[in-house]
């Protein structure tokens, strides 16, 4: 039996990838709630309401950044072999400059909207808004390394460049612990510590990239706008369904809930982190395998299965321990989460699905399909803003919003697959 688990192992790519990228991401994922953690036992519940707001809103804006991101990891897995390294560079400076505008014009709108921002988030002092409006700015740019190291398969670099990423930030809270610093330094620290990992980023990326710079890169910048173009709204979708509730939250309850609330969708979000690095690793095999027709069908429903044992192992946790994690992560001030905590663990499950099924959907370019989850998005929206007398019915909303959209992607995955088997 050992053996022919090991023999399962070395044959299977994507379970070997899958243990090296989730191996790091673990680590990663450790110094990134270390981050959380710290943050949430230094700072005032206030304080740290306004921390996670920001956080999910910096995850809203640069849905426009994401849709470069994971465009760039499909399109560099499929050209990663073509004219090396002359085209991979040439993409590569040209998708820098295409971030340069993109980021220009994020700049000017927020600028122009601070306080609209402090007034809806319940948030008092403006200059943290603009201390988040330049984190935001340097934060654009470091999210072009990542995919491109995946889409390279370059998935030891990848993991390392991860766990720099994190453990900068972890950095950052423990100056903010033993300093005594605010909301505002985090977010000071959070930008320096931003720049240093853009620095680790390109170091990696220099083993592929020549410094030659050529004209404009027109015909992978348009392909790679004809897969961001599909894919924005499943991006979309899956960051707003992840970060709506937090922002509602944060607008329609006071600081105290808030935080209590920011408290329990950072750790039930341990779940998804855990089990999403098995996407990192589904979507360039599969994109490549589907533009060559190959067999894509494997590796989704291998990684499928692994991020459903990983998520139902999370929340049975969650379930059985609440008031022990939440003491040992946060301390006895967030206890008031408890309750919520093995509803929350149940909603992650059902997203981290989600998530699967979308990057998968992504990798065989069935964009309009995904597009549905959409639905899904509304009826979140809809019903939090409609009901909203307390915590747990803002996560039954999301839970309903869920199943919704996990029901509707279910039931066109049969359809799909069968034409891409091979």
Same mark, same amino acid.
């Given at each position: 039996?050992?053996? #022919?688990?090991? &023999? ?10 899958? $243990?090296?990228? +989730? ?22 519940? @206030? @304080?740290?309401? @306004? ?8 995850? +809203? ?11 760039? =990891?499909?399109?560099?897995? %499929? ?5 090396? !390294? ?24 927020? *600028? ?25 700015? +340097?934060?654009? $740019? ?43 330094? =985090? ?20 083993? &592929? *990239? ?8 027109? %015909? ?56 999403? /690095? ?5 979507? !360039?095999?599969?994109? %490549? ?9 494997? /590796? ?14 999370? =929340?049975?946790?969650?379930?059985? $321990? /609440? ?14 989460? @408890? !309750? ?11 997203? =981290? ?14 964009? #309009? ?19 909203? &007398? ?5 996560? &039954? ?6 199943? *919704? ?18």
């Amino acid at each position: 039996m050992r053996e #022919k688990l090991l &023999n399962f192992y070395n044959q299977s790519f994507i379970l070997s990838r899958s $243990f090296i990228v +989730v191996s790091a991401s673990l680590f990663s994922s450790i110094f990134a709630y270390l981050f959380q953690v710290i943050s949430a036992r230094y700072l005032s519940i @206030e @304080e740290y309401s @306004e921390l996670v707001a920001l956080f999910s809103l910096s995850v +809203v804006i640069n849905t426009i950044m994401l849709v470069f991101t994971n465009g760039t =990891t499909k399109l560099v897995a %499929e050209i990663k072999n073509v004219n090396y !390294p002359d085209r991979i560079s040439n993409f590569f400076f040209s998708l820098i400059k295409m971030v340069t505008l993109t980021t220009l014009l994020i700049l000017i709108v927020m *600028i122009a909207t601070p306080n609209f921002i402090a007034r809806y988030l319940n948030i008092q002092n403006t200059g943290l808004i603009f201390v988040f409006i330049i984190a935001i700015a +340097v934060g654009n $740019f470091n999210v072009v390394f990542g995919p491109m190291l995946q889409g390279l398969q370059r998935f030891k670099a990848f993991s390392f460049y991860t766990f720099v990423n994190s453990f900068s930030k972890f950095i950052v809270a423990l100056a903010v612990m033993y300093l005594g610093l605010n909301v505002i330094h =985090t977010f000071v620290g959070l930008i320096i510590s931003t720049i240093f990992s853009i620095i680790i980023g390109a170091i990696l990326l220099k083993k &592929n *990239i020549i410094l030659k710079l050529k004209s404009f890169d027109k %015909e992978d910048i348009s392909t790679l706008l004809k897969y961001s173009l599909g894919s924005i709204l499943i991006l979309a979708s899956l960051n707003f369904l992840q970060n709506n509730d937090i922002i509602f939250v944060k607008h329609y309850f006071d600081s105290n809930l808030a935080g209590i609330y920011a408290s329990l969708t950072v750790i039930g979000k341990i779940i998804f982190f855990a089990a999403s /690095p098995v996407a990192i690793v589904m979507l !360039p095999i599969c994109a %490549e395998r589907y533009k060559h027709g190959g067999d894509v069908i494997k /590796p989704f429903v291998v990684s499928l299965l692994i991020a459903t044992f990983i998520s139902a192992c999370g =929340t049975i946790i969650y379930w059985a $321990f /609440p008031h022990l994690i939440i003491t040992m992560l946060f301390g006895e001030k967030y206890l008031s989460a @408890e !309750p919520y905590l093995p509803a929350y663990g149940f909603f992650m499950l059902i997203y =981290t699905l989600i998530y699967i099924i979308g990057m998968f959907l992504i990798a065989i370019s069935k964009f #309009k399909l995904g597009s549905l989850m959409l639905v899904g998005i509304i009826i979140q929206a809809t019903g939090i803003a409609l009901y909203h &007398n307390s915590l747990m019915q803002v996560i &039954n909303v999301s839970i309903f919003a869920g199943i *919704i959209t996990l029901i509707i992607l279910g039931s066109i995955l049969i359809p799909v697959l069968k034409p891409v088997k091979v």
